[in-house]
């Protein structure tokens, strides 16, 4: 299993020492380091200043949002950072949800499959180069119906430095799950537990050789059991509160899938109550237990053993506390991993 060190998006400002942590995670032996994006600071330009300071480490987005950018945008920017850092990118996706979509890029978050499978498939004609882009979809159009009348297929002006990039989906519906696994190079799920990875079952069934699990997985070294897993369960309680419509939360569907359905609707009723440390103290301590590895080294040390049997591929790990810490963690992990 490899090991990958995730930054997520930033907060009210950019996070801290990341050039510092991705370098550390070069020389430890990370196979990679990742940024993300929601409604703030966007995914690749951190990542390429992250590539401009390394020099083997491979740059994933984790996850880049399908409606911030065109297909032909988004494989414009993954090859110009390909070339940028001599083929180290990893394109991670994912549709976001209708809040964002709706709300933040004030487009139509209906047919999410469809606009998937139509938005990977021209961006692998882009990056492929083998003949001029087209797609008669129902969502993209290239050449547009319409309009002038005056557009025609084009290639593009410059030579990607692969002719495939690895496009990896984030994903946590069954019918998402089983496309990432048909259509892409890796699957990147954001809350997985190696205990349940059953309920993934026949969404992978078509998994292709090579085929990665990029898991997110939260890391917090501590001695004191419940305080480890509280940062966790904050992070649960926003994303099945805060993070996606009441009726239309995606991850609270996972977490209803996992077992823990009760639970997370009682969460979000605090949650929109406007009760948000009860919230967090109604997160399972289970489920916070199952997703992340948290409590004393030795404990920590066990449950790895558990996530290197299971089908994950890359733990993409996210560490807490401060700069020392963050340090103290990776070179545990990469002790105990590679």
């Excluded at 070069?26 to 966007?42: C, I, N, P, Q």
């Excluded at 994903?171 to 954001?190: S, T």
């Excluded at 349940?196 to 079952?201: E, G, L, P, V, Y």
């Excluded at 090579?210 to 997985?217: D, L, R, V």
């Amino acid at each position: 299993m490899k090991l990958g060190l995730t930054f997520g998006y930033w907060q009210q400002d950019p996070t801290p020492n990341m050039v510092e942590l991705a370098q550390e995670a070069e020389r430890l032996g990370f196979d990679s380091v990742w940024t993300a994006e929601a409604y703030g600071s966007d995914c690749f330009s951190p990542l390429t200043w992250l590539g401009a300071h390394t020099k083997t480490i491979k740059l994933g987005t984790g996850i880049m949002q399908l409606s911030a950018r065109t297909p032909v945008c988004a494989a414009m920017t993954a090859l110009t950072i390909d070339h940028l850092t001599n083929g180290r990118l990893i394109l991670g996706v994912g549709v976001s949800g209708p809040q964002v979509v709706e709300g933040w890029y004030g487009q139509d978050f209906r047919k999410p499959l469809t606009r998937t499978r139509e938005w990977l498939d021209i961006f692998r004609q882009v990056i492929a180069r083998e003949q001029p882009v087209s797609l008669d979809g129902k969502v993209y159009q290239l050449p547009l119906q319409g309009g002038m009348g005056l557009g025609k297929p084009l290639k593009s002006i410059t030579h990607p430095l692969r002719s495939h990039i690895p496009v990896y989906l984030g994903a946590e519906g069954p019918k998402n799950v089983q496309l990432a696994a048909e259509a892409f190079d890796g699957w990147m799920p954001v809350f997985v537990s190696p205990y349940r990875m059953d309920i993934f079952a026949d969404s992978l069934q078509h998994r292709r050789e090579g085929h990665e699990i990029a898991a997110y997985c939260s890391v917090n070294i501590n001695d004191d059991l419940a305080a480890a897993l509280l940062p966790v369960k904050y992070t649960l309680a926003l994303y099945l509160g805060g993070m996606g419509a009441k009726d239309m939360n995606f991850h609270k569907n996972l977490m209803g899938r996992m077992g823990f359905g009760d639970a997370a609707e009682k969460v979000q009723e605090l949650f929109y109550a406007g009760k948000r440390e009860e919230a967090v103290m109604a997160v399972p301590d289970a489920l916070a237990d199952e997703i992340s590895l948290s409590g004393p080294k030795d404990r920590i040390r066990e449950r790895l053993q558990d996530w290197q049997k299971s089908d994950v591929t890359s733990l993409l790990i996210g560490c807490y506390g401060s700069l020392t810490d963050k340090y103290e963690t990776m070179r545990f992990l990469a002790e105990e991993t590679l």
